[in-house]
């Protein structure tokens, strides 16, 4: 036999929803480095500017690098995976002296699967 501790009240609906975190603009947290850098490298590409001050708040930098970053590739080729990714797990067939199975060339997700399981650690 157990006993089962009992909290009355604890999950009333009266009580309400109490936010994790207290949401205060005075304590923003400023940009990281890497947030920058990618940043300014996609305003570069896209010819969009960075509006100012916003590398004080990381969350508005988010939002902005989520509103300009290229969208995904739509469409028939969509997941077939990246020459670069093609071009790893050459490399690694060639290290391990196997072959890559020719259903990983049409999907992305086989082909990052093989590089994990065979990636020499």
Not at 50 to 72: E, M, N, Q, T, Y
Request: a positive charge; proline letters at 10%.
């Amino acid at each position: 036999m157990s006993y089962q501790p009992q909290f009355p009240g604890l999950f009333s609906p009266d009580q309400g929803a109490v936010p994790a975190h207290h949401h205060d603009d005075s304590h923003a947290l400023p940009a990281t480095p890497k947030q920058m850098q990618y940043a300014t490298s996609l305003a570069a590409k896209t010819g969009a500017r960075l509006p100012k001050g916003i590398d004080a708040d990381r969350v508005a930098l988010s939002a902005w690098i989520d509103s300009h970053k290229p969208k995904p590739i739509e469409g028939r080729f969509a997941n077939y995976p990246s020459s670069k990714q093609v071009a790893f797990a050459e490399r690694i067939a060639r290290v391990k002296r196997r072959d890559i199975p020719q259903e990983c060339f049409r999907d992305k997700t086989m082909m990052s699967r093989w590089i994990d399981g065979n990636k020499p650690r």
